[in-house]
Structure formats: C-alpha cells, structure tokens
C-alpha cells in the first residue's frame, strides 16, 4: 500500500504544481495560496491516516483527491482547456456555426491540458490506493495491476472521448435563438457624455438611421443604448449590465479602448459585437469584428495621392498621440518603400502652444506637403499658425475631417473612409441637423448595423462575410480573420466642408 | 518483450505528442487571432 501511497501523493503534487501554474494567469499570486492548500492538505490527510488509520483521514484524502480529478482536472483540464485547443479549433476550421476558441497564452493552455492528464494519474493512483487499502484491511496481497485486454481499455478510453466531445461539440455550436417576442436587441456601445460624447452621438444617429431604412425584415431592432462614459471599469459595468439585464442580442460600438473592454464580456455572452475599431487585434473572428481603414490601408492611399500629385518630399508635424503613432509609422514604411523622404520630422507633445519655430524649420527644409495630424485644440492652433505662415500645401490623415475649424484647412487633403454614397452623407445631415457626421465612423457604424440585421444568426453570418457592399464601399473580410479591410477614399476641405476628390 | 516495461515510454511519448500538437494549434490560433494587444488608438477610432 505504501507504494500506492506514495504514487498517489506524487500524483497529488505535481498536478498541483500544474494547477498552481495554470492558475497564476487568472489569479495571479493568489494562484500560490491555491497551490498550498492542493499541495498542503492532502499531504496532511494521507500523514494522518498512515499514522493513525483514520477513516476521516481517508475519507478527506480521497475527496481533495476528487476535487482535484473533478474540479481542476475535467472542468478547467479537459472542458476548458483540452477540448477547445483540439475539437474547438477543428470544429471552427470546418464550420462557421462553430467559433474559433478564444485560447489563453501558450503556458496558460499547456499547463491546462497538463492538469488534466495529471489528473488522470490522480485518479488512477487514488483507485490502486482505495484497493491496496481494502486488500490490506482484508488481510490480502495487494493485487499487482495487470494490464488487461488492452484494447478493449484503449477502445473505451476512445469512446468515452467521443461521447465527451460530441457533447463539447453540441455546446460549442452557435445556434440562433429568434426572441420570443419578435424584437431583437441591440446594443449601442458608445460614450455619451465628454470628450467622446460628438462622436457617440454620432455613431448613435447612424445606427438610428440604418435601423430606419430597414424594409421588411423578419424581426423588430431594439436600439439600446449603453452610456459608457470615460472610466474603463464603469464601462464594464455598463456593459455586463446591458448583456445580463437588458439582454441584447448584439452589440455595435465604436473606439477601440472600448473595443478591448466588451470583447471578452461579448465572447462570453456569445454574442456578435462589431466595432468601429482601428486596433485589429480586437477583431478575433469569433464574435467580435473590426470594421474601419487600418493604418496601413490608409499609408498606402496617402501615398499614391502623394505621387499623383508629384510630390517629392515632406515634413511630419504630428502630435505625440497612439493612434496617430499608428498612422506616422504606417506613413514612414510606406514612405521609405516607394523611396519618398521626409525633410523634416517633428512630433509635439499635447501641451504645445507655439509651433512657430517648428514651422519655420519645417518650411527651411523645403518639403512639397506639411503632413500634419493632431487633436483638437492643437490641431486647430497648428492650422492657425500654418495659415498665418501661409502654409497652404498641407495633407493629413483623417484629422481635418474633426477639426473645429475647417476653414483654417481650406485646399487640405487627406485620406479618411471612403463614402460609396455621397448621398448617404447629406441623407444623415438633413436628418439630423446640427449632429455632426465623423466620416471614419458613421458610415461603418451604419453598415456594421445591417451586417448584424441581415443574417438569421448574426453570428454565423458575419464569419461568412467575404465581401460586403456597404456605404463604406466594398469591405472585404479573409476566412476566419475578425478584421474587415477597405480602402480609404482622398477628400478635400473645399469651402471649409469635406469633400471627396473623385467626385470633384 | 513486456508490454508493461513499454507502458512509461508510450505514456511519455502521447503526452508529448499532444502538448507539441497543442503548442502548434495554441500559437497559430492566437497569431490569426491579432497576436500581441495593441496600444487602444483612442479617441480617433
């Protein structure tokens, strides 16, 4: 029996080890606790009974073992971690009904599926334990393990893995649930009150008019909006409650830090969430889905529209801001890979005021385009400046289309969404004047809606999307990415509006 | 040739196999899906 004990405590301790491990990404030092009492208690429990023959002991050693098997080793090992590393991906790699397993960093599932096959050996050392002990407590031998007709354990071993599977694959199926009273549920997830709160209203307004021009759909839309505010953690809140409270059945938002924050609650709900996001890595291709020009989409228009108009050489004054940062470093690769130099580079911090000087030495070097982007107010006191400096061959990316003072960008252009539609524009502006329309947002926020509305299950629906024709133009998607791509349009401040250089 | 003495080594070499398989599927799964998190872009988009 004391081999056994001795094996099955082993067993006890290095699964421990693993849970330990697996657990430190959820929990983090907490993890350490959890491994001392798995590692701690049933060391105690099997001292005790070896020292004592306490049935009490016993009892608990074997059930720390039970929680251990059950507990860590089949619900967080096998259902949570094994299950959709192999039959989640395979599954998703065969059909979109399935989504692609959302899977945690490499030692976080390794050390899953490694508490798992722990386990196993927890639960076969425990069953040689239970019977040396009743063969010792009858007087007997313990009965040496033979093995057995192996391959009638092999061929139960496999069945039993395909009933837990098909039981997995059964789960994992996204299946569309039509409400009960006909209406659907989507939620808007913007900010409506601060800096965001222009272009939430915004976004607000298009998803409003996309759920207007439906005709004849199977079901009523239920526009719910979620007031998310600036606080991360109070945007959760707002967002669990929408999902748990109001029980939207998809969600539509926009801006990216945002983005990050209802992505995992829309995963685990398993819901669609579309989001006017530039970060692609929040698109995973499972529920949530980005739809706007990349940073790179929008490099590479820029510089065509560049080399069109033959410019040769530019200077960069760029506010030290992150998605900015996306669009410069997009710039300069694109840049330096069709051989353009820049003459100048300067990028400001949001607490400058004065951008003479460096106006000045941007001019002294010569350049054909002042690449500027910045936010508002920098932006407007750059435009200031430049116009006082009579500066008027400036490019930017989507910048000028926010801009409190279009005036001051008059002849500017710059690359932002493209608008198949010119039409749709004035449509949204003699409905809701006074509102204003964000060109990067509002017509994917439109389309992201009908892309929701126009599958049974939006879900499915949306993974299957290869190329979708919408006001944004045509957005193409790869199988399996959660990233659509489009291609930007050039636009023109013409009359202090925006305009759109291929209709001029 | 005892077919116990070979149980460790096929033991060893299964639960090998499946967590090479599973470091393969884990990292081309997290690289399709977007990889690193970027820098949230803010409050343009």
Redesign the interface.
């Known amino acids: 029996m004391h081999t056994y004990a001795r094996r099955s405590l082993l067993s006890v301790i290095v699964t421990a080890v693993l849970i330990t491990v697996n657990h430190l990404y959820p929990l983090g030092t907490r993890a350490l606790g959890l491994g001392a009492v798995l590692v701690v208690a049933p060391t105690a429990l099997l001292w005790w009974f070896r020292n004592t023959r306490s049935r009490v002991a016993f009892a608990g050693y074997l059930l720390m073992n039970l929680w251990i098997v059950v507990g860590f080793g089949l619900i967080k090992g096998l259902w949570k971690s094994?299950l959709p590393?192999?039959v989640g991906?395979l599954l998703a790699s065969i059909s979109t009904s399935f989504p692609?397993?959302?899977?945690g960093?490499?030692p976080f599932?390794?050390s899953g599926?490694?508490t798992f096959?722990g386990s196993l050996f927890v639960l076969y050392y425990g069953y040689r334990l239970v019977r040396a002990n009743r063969d010792a407590a009858a007087g007997a031998e313990p009965e040496k393990p033979?093995?057995r007709r192996?391959v009638l354990w092999a061929a139960s071993a496999l069945v039993a893995f395909a009933v837990i599977a098909s039981a997995y694959a059964f789960t994992d199926q996204d299946r569309w649930i039509a409400p009960a009273n006909g209406v659907v549920k989507i939620g808007v997830i913007v900010p409506a009150s601060g800096?965001?709160a222009i272009?939430g209203n915004s976004f607000l307004k298009a998803v409003e008019m996309a759920r207007s021009d439906l005709r004849g759909t199977k079901y009523q839309y239920e526009l719910v909006l979620v007031d998310i505010g600036l606080d991360l953690a109070q945007a959760r809140t707002a967002i669990q409650r929408a999902i748990t409270d109001e029980n939207v059945d998809a969600i539509v938002g926009?801006?990216?830090?945002f983005g990050?924050v209802t992505k995992p609650l829309a995963t685990a709900a398993r819901i669609p969430h579309t989001c006017?996001?530039?970060?692609?890595?929040?698109?995973?291709?499972?529920y949530t889905f980005t739809n706007?020009p990349s940073p790179d989409a929008e490099a590479v228009q820029w510089v065509q529209e560049a080399q069109r108009r033959g410019i040769r050489q530019i200077a960069l004054l760029t506010q030290d801001?992150?998605?900015?940062?996306?669009h410069v470093t997009a710039l300069k690769a694109e840049l330096a890979r069709v051989g353009l130099p820049t003459t100048y580079v300067k990028e400001f911090a949001d607490s400058v005021t004065d951008f003479r000087s460096m106006i000045a030495q941007a001019r002294a070097s010569n350049p054909d385009v002042y690449f500027v982007e910045a936010?508002s107010p920098q932006l407007e006191l750059l435009g200031q400046q430049l116009f006082e400096a009579k500066i008027r061959n400036i490019a930017s990316v989507?910048?000028p289309s926010?801009t409190q003072r279009p005036e001051l960008f008059e002849g500017t252009w710059y690359t932002d969404s493209d608008l198949r539609d010119i039409g749709f524009k004035q449509r949204f502006e003699k409905q809701y004047p006074g509102t204003r329309f964000a060109t990067?947002?509002m017509p994917y926020a439109y389309d992201d809606f009908n892309m929701i509305v126009r599958g049974e299950n939006p879900a499915v629906y949306i993974r299957n999307i290869a190329t979708y024709e919408g006001t944004a133009g045509t957005v193409t998607k790869a199988p399996?990415?959660?990233n659509f791509q489009s291609r930007p349009a050039v636009w023109v401040i013409q009359n202090a509006k925006p305009a759109l250089l291929s209709q001029q | 040739m005892n077919r116990r003495t070979h149980t460790p080594t096929i033991l060893a070499l299964l639960i090998a196999a499946v967590l090479a398989g599973a470091y393969v599927i884990v990292a081309q799964n997290n690289a399709a899906m977007g990889g690193a998190v970027e820098t949230p872009a803010g409050l343009l988009h």
């Not at chain 1, 692609?100 to 899977?103: A, E, F, I, N």
């Open positions: 094994t590393v192999f991906t692609r397993p959302t899977l960093p490499v599932e390794l599926i490694l096959i033979i093995a192996p800096p965001y272009l926009g801006i990216s830090r990050q006017v996001c530039s970060v692609t890595s929040i698109g995973d291709g499972a706007i801001y992150p998605s900015i940062h996306g936010l989507v910048a926010v990067h947002m399996g990415s959660g």
